[in-house]
């Protein structure tokens, strides 16, 4: 290379932004340190595949480092570590800093709940003598994607004397699966021909349970009849529990390495569990932190952050009243003064479908934690768009830690768009960044991101915890 050009590649290292591959830049114990991380998140991934899957494994690694139930008349002293269990579905944890609350706090905000089938309020029905659970999709799905496939029953049922029952069947090896069929092909030129939207149909989207019928019997729906029989037997239940219950259809398979250099993890429900278990592993490890770090597990995303146990309710604010008022200071007067990390997936690039995405605002697997001014759709519409300074807090705290990080919008202007919890956090007066892992293949059975990126969101989220 003659004179001129390294003047040239000095100039473009010291002006130009290029994100990089971390699998280039970061040394080898670096990237070991993301491989011996991922293998924690793998476990989390199989033991929590629903919101209160998470929310139960996440308490028992809380309560395993000292976390207690929050008591809102305790007194409470840096370092000390509280939880908020929001009825099973959500989770607030929270580590006492050493600054006063008025400073404000550090906010890791994700969501447990990802796409799924959920059972209808009356599921079970017999149809030329199978039985099926009729189905109600959850979040956005491409419905063609969960015909065929080995799925699990995940979820709890309330009984008419309010006992309430946890039903987990097709997870071990031994249990028998559940399915949608799919039409065959030698039959299927008519479905071929409607669009990718319709050629399976949410009302068609049943999951066969059952095929022989109840012994001795000669009246109809004996199929039917035979699993209601299975049930009662095994969780003491009738048919109109299912009012009562909240029963999620998910895939079976559990993570895996991806790639022959296992470089990556494929499994159901990475949106939103690759943020929920970096900010939860993150507020495990912050020590005692300067300013008080919370880390939040939401439900209801998926479906616009609605109900109580959603971020769209008054549940955050409320704790944060409680804890302001320990210290006898004033809920908002925290809020103020708050930033928050609203931990959420990106759309990674994707080769094989470039024509969404603009290379330049695109996020890149293994290119680290991607970090997101702000979501929404069309004329940046529903998002909270984060403020010029918050991003500049948030990029300045990853470059002293070293957090490899990149940026990325949810593909091209008018291609499409999503939202994350950042706005109804941004609502409550906190500053509110996006940040979180890419992925490809988002909202399928199965997802794909990279081992590095997700150790990269830890740091992220560790790093902002332990602000000065
Ligand atoms: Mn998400
Ligand atoms: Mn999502």
Redesign the pocket.
């Known amino acids: 290379m003659d004179k001129k050009n390294n003047a040239a590649e000095a100039l473009r290292e010291q002006l130009c932004f290029t994100t990089k591959n971390g699998g280039k830049v970061l040394s080898a114990d670096v990237i070991a340190a993301c491989d011996r991380y991922c293998e924690g998140y793998k476990e989390f991934l199989d033991a929590a595949k629903t919101e209160r899957e998470a929310v139960i494994t996440a308490i028992a690694m809380a309560e395993k480092q000292g976390f207690v139930p929050f008591d809102p008349h305790a007194e409470l002293k840096p370092g000390d570590k509280v939880y908020l269990n929001n009825r099973g579905k959500s989770l607030i944890l929270a580590v006492i800093g050493t600054r006063p609350i008025t400073d404000g706090v550090t906010i890791a905000a994700a969501h447990v709940d990802s796409?799924r089938l959920d059972l209808k309020p009356n599921p079970l029905y017999e149809d030329s003598e199978l039985a099926y659970f009729d189905t109600h999709y959850y979040?956005?799905i491409k419905k063609y994607q969960w015909t065929a496939i080995p799925l699990a029953l995940h979820g709890v049922i309330v009984r008419k004397d309010g006992t309430c029952v946890t039903v987990t069947i097709g997870e071990d090896p031994q249990d028998p699966v559940f399915c949608v069929t799919d039409l065959l092909p030698h039959l299927g030129a008519e479905q071929m021909k409607r669009t990718a939207a319709e050629v399976v149909k949410g009302e068609d989207l049943n999951v066969l349970i059952g095929s022989r019928p109840f012994l001795d019997d000669e009246g109809s729906e004996a199929v039917k009849l035979n699993i209601l029989s299975i049930l009662n037997k095994k969780y003491g239940i009738t048919e109109a529990d299912f009012l009562s219950a909240e029963l999620e259809i998910v895939p079976v398979f559990g993570a895996r390495d991806v790639g022959l250099d296992r470089s990556m993890i494929g499994a159901y429900g990475h949106?939103?569990r690759v943020c929920a278990y970096p900010a939860v592993t993150a507020i495990l490890l912050c020590g005692t932190p300067a300013y008080t770090a919370v880390t939040i597990l939401a439900d209801k995303?998926?479906v616009g952050s609605n109900g109580n146990t959603g971020m769209n309710s008054a549940f955050l604010r409320y704790f944060i009243d409680d804890l302001a008022a320990v210290f006898g200071a004033k809920g908002h007067h925290v809020l103020s003064r708050s930033l928050c990390l609203s931990a959420d997936?990106n759309a990674a690039l994707d080769p094989i479908y470039p024509e969404v995405m603009v290379r330049s605002n695109a996020a890149k697997l293994n290119h680290g934690v991607c970090i997101t001014k702000y979501t929404g759709s069309r004329g940046k519409s529903d998002t909270s768009d984060a403020s010029a300074e918050a991003m500049g807090t948030v990029r300045r705290i990853l470059d002293e830690k070293d957090v490899l990080w990149q940026t990325g919008e949810l593909g091209k202007v008018e291609a499409g768009g999503g939202g994350t919890v950042a706005k109804y956090i941004s609502m409550l007066d906190v500053d509110t960044v996006d940040l979180g892992v890419p992925v490809l293949s988002?909202?399928a059975p199965m997802e794909i991101v990279s081992k590095i990126d997700v150790y990269m969101a830890h740091k992220a989220f560790l790093a902002t915890m332990k602000r000065d």
């Open positions: 796409p979040g956005g949106d939103d995303e998926e997936v988002m909202h």
